[in-house]
């Protein structure tokens, strides 16, 4: 037990045997104090309440800063409502666009947030959900390039090569990690810009691209795009990548509440030495959180590059996908149910955009709301406090009223 | 060699923002708060800058980037307080605090611009900050071309605030106590240091310094604030900062060594040795050096002990 306690880490790198041992590690941990699923996450009540007010405070502040700067904040929310539904209010017209391109704003961002979410149930913080969605990106396009198939082997290649080359790009500080206990925050920050010239160089150099931008486009053997379903939603770009997203997610909340591996991942996330203790491979464990992590980060890469485009994109910045992904998994409470919704919450931010800037509204505002929902939900804290005030009050003014009955019968 | 000479200037110019940005992320990691959002105040600063600057032109031209400077640095203390208030009254995450600051500048800033100028960046300025040389020591031999010829102010600084630095933070009661509340903040504060005080203190001196960073380095390199204005300069800063294991020194020199290795992808083609390497090996540089650097730094204890952990007063 001593030697499994010393923080070696080497002996735990990912074996061939991961499978057994994530189903040994498990046996008879249910009745071991780790396991218990005592998370230290606030009331039942509380924990649901403290994201939904924090989405609540981010549109209040974001309709204020719209009135302050001398515009009116019911732009925004007809915005929205045209963005998801496709009704305009003002007019009473009905487009089915918005509706596709709502849900294809919401499949990058629900994939990256699975991605941050997966890291975070086992205790990391994973800000390079951005670099290995590039890293997927590059390789789908690769792919989508150098290989000659029909549809069907074609499109599962291309999806497959952005999850396999994100889940190697997260293995990295996910083996660093385990290996010499390097903080991954840091190195997946590092790692982000590291994909991002790559990306740029290897299309450049390397794939080809006749006016530096992009790429030859693709084959359409490759793409996840389809004329049918551009149709039914009056010519968006909605395209199949919806079903690696919806199947992302199944599988996301299947690992994590139904396997013994999600729940070795969770004990690891929950309490390291506890884990440790308990015999888990906390060290695996952790590198294949990042992989699994990364692998959804790619698939999202994958499909940006062969759903909403059809060519590799050479990238003058990073677009943001990933500091997206945190603010989803944040809201979602990492929790799978949790994460869709978020996803599609700030899917809508995003669709309203265009729709707000040509009202007069700069999108940015999405971006604003945004980081103000990451930023009060990160001061749960404080947030807590009102709720328990709020609620301190109720209670104070019916011990107030019960008293009062009892007070009127005593005397 | 002249090809040096050449190089060196723009290096610096590279190197100023990297790391006055640095010296602030080392004042709030010392006082025990991790901020990540070096590169978010950056933009906020910069675009502060920027903006002051055009509208002022008309007035002064002279001044006008000089108050621009001002206001950046002031534009990032607020900003950062923000950081501040989250991390350490709120007890928030502070990556997760940091993450929303990165957010909510890239809304900000082209939200404003949109707001006060009709597009997605601020109007151009005419002149930022202009180059000076400094008569007398100009003349001195090799030295004086490199230093003091044709530089940019916002070099000296620089130097002016990496001196500063480790005189506050090493030589004073404040930076004993700083530091103190970055390695143990329960035994700081059990000799009667005000934690909270003291943090806020690294937080919105780190705020300063970004903002600084930002509004020198739009008023340098570029010719108005756009969202690309920055491109991850913060986070090179953050890079310095770790690569320079948490010291001024080690700051200034890792920071000019990213500004130099930024020079280099200019003049590499011209580097006969060099010339093979894509651009795109020299932008990544900086991160790939300092992931190997925390390789190397492992099991040490490097940085400030207590940086990145909640600061619970009940906790012993």
């Known amino acids: 037990m001593a030697e499994r306690k010393k923080k070696t880490g080497v002996e735990s790198l990912p074996g061939d045997d991961t499978a057994r041992n994530a189903i040994m590690s498990d046996a008879g941990a249910g009745d071991h104090p780790v396991a218990a699923e005592q998370l230290p996450v606030a009331k039942k009540t509380g924990k649901f309440l403290v994201p939904l007010v924090a989405v609540g405070l981010g549109f209040v502040l974001g309709a204020i800063i719209i009135v302050i700067t001398g515009k009116n904040p019911f732009i925004m929310f007809r915005a929205m409502i045209q963005g998801v539904t496709g009704l305009n209010l003002a007019s009473g017209s009905f487009n089915p666009r918005y509706i596709g391109e709502f849900i294809l704003q919401s499949m990058p961002i629900i994939l990256t947030g699975l991605s941050v979410g997966f890291a975070f149930r086992t205790g990391l913080f994973n800000i390079g959900a951005e670099g290995q969605l590039m890293v997927g990106a590059l390789a789908s396009t690769v792919v989508a390039l150098a290989v000659k198939a029909p549809a069907v082997i074609h499109v599962p290649l291309v999806l497959l090569a952005g999850a396999g080359a994100g889940a190697l790009w997260g293995a990295i500080p996910g083996w660093l990690k385990a290996r010499f206990n390097v903080h991954e925050v840091v190195v997946t920050i590092m790692l982000n810009y590291t994909a991002l010239h790559i990306n740029n160089w290897a299309i450049l150099n390397v794939l080809g691209s006749a006016d530096r931008v992009k790429t030859a486009e693709f084959p359409v053997t490759a793409l996840l795009k389809d004329p049918w379903l551009s149709e039914i939603t009056n010519g968006s770009r909605l395209n199949w990548g919806i079903i690696p997203v919806i199947l992302s997610v199944v599988v996301y909340w299947f690992v994590v509440e139904k396997t013994s591996f999600g729940y070795g991942l969770r004990a690891v996330g929950f309490n390291k030495e506890g884990a440790r203790y308990a015999g888990l491979k906390v060290e695996r464990n952790v590198v294949m959180s990042m992989v699994i992590a990364g692998a959804f980060a790619g698939l999202a890469g994958a499909i940006i590059t062969t759903g909403t485009f059809n060519f590799g994109r050479v990238l003058p910045a990073a677009e943001g996908y990933g500091f997206d992904g945190i603010a989803v998994a944040l809201v979602g409470m990492n929790q799978a149910p949790g994460i869709l919704l978020a996803g599609l919450l700030f899917g809508m931010l995003k669709a309203a955009g265009t729709l707000m800037q040509s009202a007069g509204i700069p999108k940015e505002i999405g971006g604003i709301i945004q980081a103000s929902i990451v930023y009060f939900v990160a001061m749960k804290l404080g947030i807590e406090r009102i709720i328990d005030l709020l609620r301190g009050r109720k209670a104070d003014k019916l011990a107030a009223l019960a008293s009062g009955d009892t007070g009127e019968v005593g005397v | ?316």
């Open chain 2, 1 to 316: 060699m002249s090809i040096i000479l050449d190089m060196l200037p723009i290096s610096f110019m590279f190197a100023a923002p990297i790391i006055m940005a640095a010296l602030g992320g080392l004042f709030s990691e010392r006082s025990g708060i991790v901020n990540i959002a070096l590169e978010g105040i950056m933009m906020v600063g910069g675009f502060a800058g920027a903006a002051l600057t055009v509208v002022l032109e008309p007035v002064m031209p002279g001044m006008a980037p000089w108050i621009g400077l001002f206001v950046g640095m002031a534009a990032g203390v607020l900003f950062s307080l923000l950081h501040a208030v989250a991390s350490i009254n709120f007890k928030a995450d502070q990556v997760v605090s940091g993450t929303a600051l990165n957010i909510l500048a890239t809304g900000l800033t082209v939200y404003l611009a949109q707001i006060f100028f009709n597009q997605q960046r601020t109007r151009t300025f005419s002149a930022g900050l202009r180059k000076m040389s400094i008569e007398g020591l100009r003349d001195i031999p090799v030295l004086g071309q490199i230093f003091f010829e044709d530089i940019y102010p916002t070099f000296f600084v620089m130097i002016l605030l990496v001196l500063g630095t480790w005189f506050v933070v090493f030589k004073t009661p404040f930076g004993l106590r700083l530091r103190a509340c970055g390695e143990h903040p329960q035994a700081a504060a059990s000799m009667g240091i005000n934690v909270y005080k003291m943090r806020y203190a690294g937080v919105m001196i780190s705020g300063a310094l970004a903002g600084l960073a930002g509004s020198a380095m739009v008023l340098t390199q570029d010719i108005q604030y756009t969202v690309t204005s920055i491109h991850g300069t913060g986070f090179i800063a953050l890079a310095s900062l770790i690569f320079g294991k948490w010291s001024p020194w080690g700051v200034l020199g890792a920071g000019m060594f990213f500004g130099f290795a930024q020079t280099l992808s200019y003049y590499a083609k011209d580097i006969s040795f060099l010339a093979w390497l894509p651009n795109e090996a020299f932008y990544i540089l900086p991160y790939v050096l300092t992931i190997v650097a925390l390789i190397m730094f492992a099991g040490k204890t490097v940085g400030p002990k207590a940086a990145g952990e909640i600061y619970d007063q009940g906790k012993r």
